[in-house]
């Protein structure tokens, strides 16, 4: 059965996904994989520090992103209880270090939600082990902290900051939903867009993509320039086939970034400024007018086409952006 809150993500074996859909809330696997060095584990100096790492499962984006940009993917892509790894390797000064006995870790995070995980095992003549766990809500920024032992002997560190979207659904890049305007970051094509969920962002590629889609809904990060309770929505795909670009300036790839009318106000449609990023870390810019309906001006990888945009029946606007690489938008 599907999880509700990713309503078009497939169903797969529980062994294979590790942005898990059928798990349920507070399971988690803990892995350990030992990282001997040369000499033997008993030889390995004892820990001075340790680093943390988060990340998602390399196997989960060979496996739908094979093929798209690196730089348009975040370390860790999840939404709220999906699961990711947690890496801490021991070290001792920069040679590689291990405890001669198994040692607790604990974790705690940044931010309004829990870990399904606070507490580890590090095995003894352990190196690096990793760890399974999710987190609780959506929020940006997010840190986790790893600590082992007590008093003078205790050392600990944080993770790389990342984000925990609301909503992550992975298309499928020959489905018609793609092509006919109905793949929407929340994964039920945006249907629902008020005071509550006021910002939706659905993805227009009417040559598929090569692979799955990662689309993603989310929280504007701190410090950016989006409306106040604003969501950002990303699209993440490998969009060339056989070496060459499926879109380009004259035949561009689109997203129409819907806004509810408690978030965007009565003003015209010129007022509003879509903001735009071509990678999972870059800072959100504004995006310039494109000067002609349906194409993006030379010299330009994307623009807004106030000629296509709109407000809807119920006021709601509109705003289309064309582009021809992977983004994150918002408003």
């Not at 370390?75 to 709220?80: E, G, N, Q, S, Y």
């Not at 987190?135 to 002997?153: F, L």
């Not at 994307?302 to 938008?329: E, K, M, N, P, Q």
Request: include cysteine; charged fraction near 15%.
């Amino acid at each position: 059965m599907s999880d509700p809150r990713h309503p078009n993500r497939p169903d797969r074996p529980r062994s294979r996904v590790v942005l898990a859909l059928a798990a349920t809330f507070g399971l988690v696997l803990s892995l350990a994989q030992g990282v001997a060095g040369p000499a033997s584990a008993t030889s390995l100096p004892t820990p001075t520090s340790l680093t943390v790492r988060a990340y998602t499962d390399p196997a989960v984006i060979a496996e739908h992103l094979a093929g798209a940009p690196a730089e348009a993917i975040p370390a860790v892509l999840a939404a709220t209880d999906d699961t990711f790894l947690i890496a801490v390797t021991l070290k001792a000064s920069t040679a590689d270090a291990a405890y001669k006995q198994d040692q607790v870790v604990n974790f705690t995070a940044t931010g309004p939600g829990s870990l399904t995980l606070t507490r580890g095992t590090i095995p003894r003549g352990t190196t690096t082990s990793v760890f399974t766990v999710a987190y609780s809500a959506v929020a940006t920024g997010i840190r986790i902290s790893a600590s082992v032992g007590k008093g003078a002997q205790a050392i600990g560190n944080t993770s790389n900051a990342f984000d925990i979207n609301r909503f992550l659904t992975f298309v499928p890049g020959t489905a018609a939903s793609l092509r006919d305007g109905t793949a929407g970051a929340d994964g039920a094509g945006c249907a629902v867009v008020d005071q509550a969920n006021p910002l939706c962002g659905i993805v227009i590629l009417p040559n598929g993509a090569s692979g799955d889609v990662a689309l993603t809904l989310g929280a504007c990060p701190t410090g950016e320039a989006c409306g106040r309770g604003s969501f950002v929505t990303q699209m993440i795909a490998d969009l060339t086939a056989g070496g060459a670009n499926l879109y380009d300036r004259r035949n561009p790839a689109r997203m129409e970034l819907i806004c509810d009318k408690t978030l965007c106000g009565k003003a015209g449609v010129p007022s509003f400024t879509a903001l735009w990023s071509e990678t999972a870390f870059g800072s959100l810019e504004p995006v310039s007018a494109c000067a002609s309906k349906g194409v993006i001006d030379a010299g330009l990888d994307y623009c807004t086409d106030y000629r296509s945009s709109r407000r809807d029946g119920a006021g709601d606007l509109h705003l289309i952006v064309l582009f021809v690489r992977d983004v994150r938008g918002g408003i």
